[in-house]
Nanobody, 123 residues
Framework: QVQVVESGGGSVQPGGSLRLSCAAS????????MGWFRQAPGKQRELVAT???????EYADSFKGRFTISRDNAKNTVYLQMNSLKPEDTAVYYC?????????????????WGQGTQVTVSS
C-alpha cells in the first residue's frame, strides 16, 4: 500500500506563490505516476498536474505557465510550485498516485488520496 501526506497550503494574496509538498510512503516502488488535483467548494475534483516515473509531466490548460510539478526521488516527494496565484485557485489541493502503467489524468483512476491541503488566495 501507498500513503501520501500533503503539506504547504495556506493563505496568500493574489499574485503570490506557494509550494505544496506530497510525501509518499509504503510501497513506493509500485507508483507509476503521481498527481496533484484540486477541489473548490461546489465543484468537481479536477486535474492540476501529473508526473510519471519517467518524469513526464502533464498539466491542465488552466495551470500551464503558472504551476510546476517536480519530484525529489531521494525524498519520495512530489512538489507543486504555484506562482501568480489567483482567487479562483482557492481550493483544497490533493495528491494521489497512479499504480497502473497506463497513464491517465482522470482523478477516479488515481488512488491513495491524501487528506488535502487548503489553499486560499484572497486580498
Amino acid at each position: 500500500q501507498v500513503q501520501v501526506v500533503e503539506s504547504g497550503g495556506g493563505s496568500v494574496q493574489p499574485g503570490g506563490s506557494l509550494r505544496l509538498s506530497c510525501a509518499a510512503s509504503g510501497s513506493i516502488f509500485s507508483i507509476n505516476a503521481m498527481g496533484w488535483f484540486r477541489q473548490a467548494p461546489g465543484k468537481q475534483r479536477e486535474l492540476v498536474a501529473t508526473i510519471t516515473k519517467a518524469d513526464t509531466t502533464e498539466y491542465a490548460d488552466s495551470f500551464k505557465g503558472r504551476f510546476t510539478i517536480s519530484r525529489d526521488n531521494a525524498k519520495n516527494t512530489v512538489y507543486l510550485q504555484m506562482n501568480s496565484l489567483k482567487p479562483e485557485d482557492t481550493a483544497v489541493y490533493y495528491c494521489a498516485v497512479r499504480l497502473a502503467k497506463e497513464h491517465t489524468t482522470l482523478p477516479p483512476l488515481y488512488t491513495a488520496w491524501g487528506q488535502g491541503t487548503q489553499v486560499t488566495v484572497s486580498s
